[in-house]
């Protein structure tokens, strides 16, 4: 398949017709993998689907452990744990919104509930992409069950099984359905547009987020698409570009791209025709960052449990991912998930 053409894949099997799923690409497993949504049923779907691209076919894994069935939650791939992270959503058995973290590992084809200690209030609709060279999980806004529309930033990290509120004082405003991800050669993660019915604002402003320095910044691209929500939005690493299409209120059959270094976004209404060398991405490390120590866990044990907002667990929380490893050669190391884990300088 050439050129910039939409192809109807049409695969034999298929999910169900549903809206509102939660969606991620598996990168070690190469498959779309597709978790609930709502299929028009009173409860919504609890159904796991797999899609291989190479050979066309939807494949229902039926795991025996599952998040109950829903809609409006969200995830994101966690490349390094190899797992599929979903938060929240509107749990259809209990008939409310939920605040569970859930990790689903497809090479064993089964679901485990997280249960952290700490993590954001139930919600939905909430932005969600991993950072990478951090290793964690970035979650942004959401509509809060008591109806808020929320502007916290949290983190997740899977070794350390915890979400840590990293809400800093400059930051987007609250809102819902947000398109959000993660620009790998920035080391960014990128937020645009989303809605809060309760003032009536449909946003179309961009923002970048750097855990590094927990901070937050409107990049304010003299050309945008129009206010909307709920639209497509993926990161192509190859062309070094986030790619946004359709979305609600606003939204239409363009496609634009964002070129974070240059601060623009660049609307592809031909076919064929595009703004973008055939180079690929800036180099960058890709080893994971390495895990904190057993005296930082003990310290970051003590200092946040009873105040995890606090400037110095903060501090101490965005320092884990900057330690540097020595070796991995010499003792691989297994995680809680059991996953024996080396990651070479």
Not at 116 to 129: I, K, L, T, Y
Not at 214 to 240: K, Q, V
Not at 287 to 314: I, K
């Amino acid at each position: 398949m050439g050129g910039s053409d939409w192809t109807n894949m049409n695969p034999g099997t298929a999910p169900s017709a549903s809206v509102n799923m939660a969606m991620v690409y598996d990168s070690s497993a190469d498959r779309i993998i597709v978790f609930g949504g709502y299929d028009g049923s009173p409860q919504g779907s609890d159904r796991t689907w797999a899609y291989d691209f190479e050979s066309n076919t939807w494949t229902d894994l039926a795991p025996a452990v599952h998040p109950p069935a829903g809609w409006l939650d969200r995830a994101a791939y966690d490349r390094w744990a190899e797992r599929m992270i979903l938060f929240g959503g509107y749990d259809g058995v209990a008939g409310a919104l939920s605040n569970q973290t859930w990790a689903f590992n497809f090479q064993a084809n089964a679901w485990t509930n997280l249960q952290p200690a700490r993590h954001p209030s139930a919600r939905s609709r909430q932005g969600m992409a991993f950072d990478a060279q951090s290793d964690r999980t970035i979650l942004f806004g959401g509509l809060t069950a008591e109806g808020d529309y929320s502007s916290e930033t949290w983190a997740y990290s899977i070794d350390w099984d915890s979400w840590a509120n990293m809400t800093s004082e400059v930051r987007p405003p609250g809102r819902r359905s947000p398109g959000m991800v993660y620009d790998a050669a920035a080391d960014r993660t990128i937020l645009f547009g989303g809605y809060d019915s309760s003032s009536g604002i449909v946003y179309n402003d961009t923002w970048a987020y750097d855990f590094e320095s927990n901070s937050w910044t409107n990049r304010n691209p003299p050309a945008a698409p129009s206010p909307r929500f709920g639209m497509g939005l993926a990161y192509d690493a190859r062309l070094d570009r986030s790619i946004l299409f359709g979305g609600a209120e606003g939204g239409d059959n363009v496609t634009w791209a964002y070129d974070f270094t240059n601060n623009s976004r660049t609307s592809q209404r031909r076919r064929g025709t595009g703004p973008f060398p055939s180079g690929g991405i800036r180099p960058r490390t890709t080893a994971r960052p390495p895990s904190p120590t057993a005296s930082t866990a003990a310290q970051m044990s003590t200092t946040c449990r009873p105040s995890p907002t606090s400037a110095t667990c903060v501090r101490m929380w965005m320092e884990t991912s900057r330690t540097e490893s020595p070796t991995c050669t010499a003792s691989p190391r297994r995680t809680r998930m059991g996953k024996a884990r080396c990651r070479p300088r």
